[in-house]
């Protein structure tokens, strides 16, 4: 079988490694970037975080972001303005904005980040790949009684579905990361999960990569996918500033790019591009580094240390696909780090940048065949790719070899 998957971050190359380990079929992987893994791959804030895996659709969310219609300092940050795509996006969000929905969309994250952290550890040993991983626990830390406690209260949703968890007091945490020594006054206490980790996602996607190259998989970089030609309810070909590529079967990965491609062929998938700021600092020999990451959940940012470098990210920004910034926008997320780790970067060189999250409503992916009868999706796996990847990948391979996933992929049909 001929099979073009359009996209080469995490997600297109995870799945092209899956579906290479029979050596059969004839792959190739198109990106518009010259290098693979060049978008919320290379920037996200390299956390493995089952722990993590919370709806952000909640019952408090819809007050939070109406204060961030009017205040710029929050974490959610709405640039208003006529956009069908956000507008539609919004309104399937609110509708899962309550308990029972936020439940079941938390389990679901849960059992794909499960299965995907056991996928990753499984060909991270099968391939000896090195990534930067540190595999040591990650903290969730919340700076005020009030949030501890309710934070403490919140993690009780995974522990009941087996996630390792502990409650730390701040000497505890202290104990567990002593960067934060100095500080220990602000902190109130944190949920550690000492089976999250940290990784680094394009260092692991570029050698997922390399062994691809070694099966035969081509890589057609530097070339941009423009559309989809349909005949007959099958893909055709699809369209490209090189030229036009015809294949068997079509998968697309395009993370929050998804939708623009497949809307105009009739399926409207609802996938927002979730604008996240990243801010990578050198480390030197002269800094403390933290030694495991940690999400400050009062302020929602979550950083770690990533080979020579610190790595922050923050900032869930509705804007459309504008990738813009400006040094301003990443002071709030520098603050809340400089208040608790002051000495652990170089923070007179950073390097900013930002990225889309290709978040839909209830935070699930979508991994499936479409109404079309030869084109499939693996994309939507929003703030949490990185560790969705390797187990969305091994799921979209099953459903196209058609054999039985291994975990329940209902959840992630196309509707
Ligand atoms: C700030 C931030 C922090 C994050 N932190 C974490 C974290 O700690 N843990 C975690 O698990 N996840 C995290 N994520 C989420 C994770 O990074 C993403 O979900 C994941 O990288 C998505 O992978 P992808 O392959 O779908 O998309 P991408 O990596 O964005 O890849 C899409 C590819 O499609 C290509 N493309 C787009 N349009 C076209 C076109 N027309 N033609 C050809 N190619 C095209 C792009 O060049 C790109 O290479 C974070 C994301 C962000 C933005």
């Excluded at 540190?134 to 579905?161: D, M, N």
């Excluded at 944190?190 to 190259?213: K, Q, W």
């Excluded at 030609?229 to 697309?252: F, M």
């Excluded at 580094?289 to 940012?301: H, K, M, S």
Aim: hydrophobic share 40%; aromatic share 8%; glycine share 6%.
């Amino acid at each position: 079988m001929r099979i073009v998957i359009l996209g080469a971050g995490v997600i297109g190359i995870t799945t092209a490694y899956e579906l290479a380990r029979s050596g059969t079929h004839q792959i190739t992987v198109v990106d518009t970037s010259p290098e693979i893994a060049s978008e919320a791959s290379a920037v996200n804030a390299s956390m493995i975080a089952p722990g993590h895996a919370f709806a952000w659709a909640s019952p408090k969310v819809p007050g939070i972001l109406l204060k961030s219609l009017y205040r710029n300092d929050q974490a959610f940050r709405i640039r208003l303005r006529f956009d069908r795509q956000f507008w539609r996006w919004t309104a399937l969000f609110l509708k899962q904005c309550n308990s029972t929905d936020a439940h079941r969309n938390t389990l679901r994250k849960h059992a794909l980040c499960v299965y995907s952290q056991h996928r990753l550890d499984h060909i991270t040993r099968e391939q000896s790949i090195e990534y930067d991983q540190i595999q040591q626990g990650l903290l969730y830390l919340f700076r005020s009684p009030e949030t501890f406690k309710k934070g403490v209260e919140h993690s009780r949703i995974l522990a009941e579905r087996g996630q390792q968890t502990e409650i730390l007091n701040a000497d505890e945490v202290v104990d567990m990361e002593p960067a934060y020594h100095g500080v220990r006054a602000k902190i109130a206490g944190a949920v550690y999960c000492p089976t999250d980790g940290t990784g680094n996602a394009r260092m692991f996607t570029h050698s997922l990569a390399e062994i691809c190259a070694d099966r035969d998989v081509e890589f057609l970089l530097d070339t941009r996918v423009s559309a989809l030609t349909v005949d007959h309810n099958r893909i055709s070909a699809v369209k490209t500033s090189g030229g036009e590529l015809e294949a068997d079967l079509y998968i697309v990965a395009l993370g929050a790019h998804t939708p623009l491609l497949l809307k105009p062929v009739g399926i409207d998938l609802p996938i927002y591009p979730v604008k996240g700021y990243s801010l990578t600092l050198p480390v030197k020999s002269r800094h403390r580094p933290p030694r495991i990451g940690t999400v400050d959940e009062d302020n929602l940012v979550a950083f770690a240390p990533l080979g020579n470098s610190l790595r922050a990210t923050a900032t869930a920004e509705f804007a459309g696909y504008s990738s813009t910034h400006r040094p301003k926008d990443f002071q709030p997320m520098i603050r809340a780090l400089t208040g608790l780790l002051p000495n652990a970067a170089d923070y007179d060189s950073p390097d900013y940048k930002t990225c889309f999250r290709p978040m839909t409503p209830q935070g699930t992916p979508y991994i499936g065949f479409t109404k079309i009868e030869n084109l499939f999706v693996n994309s939507g796996q929003g703030h949490m790719g990185w560790t969705m990847a390797c187990g969305s990948a091994k799921i979209a391979a099953d459903l196209i070899f058609g054999e039985e996933p291994e975990i329940d992929a209902a959840p992630f049909r196309l509707t």
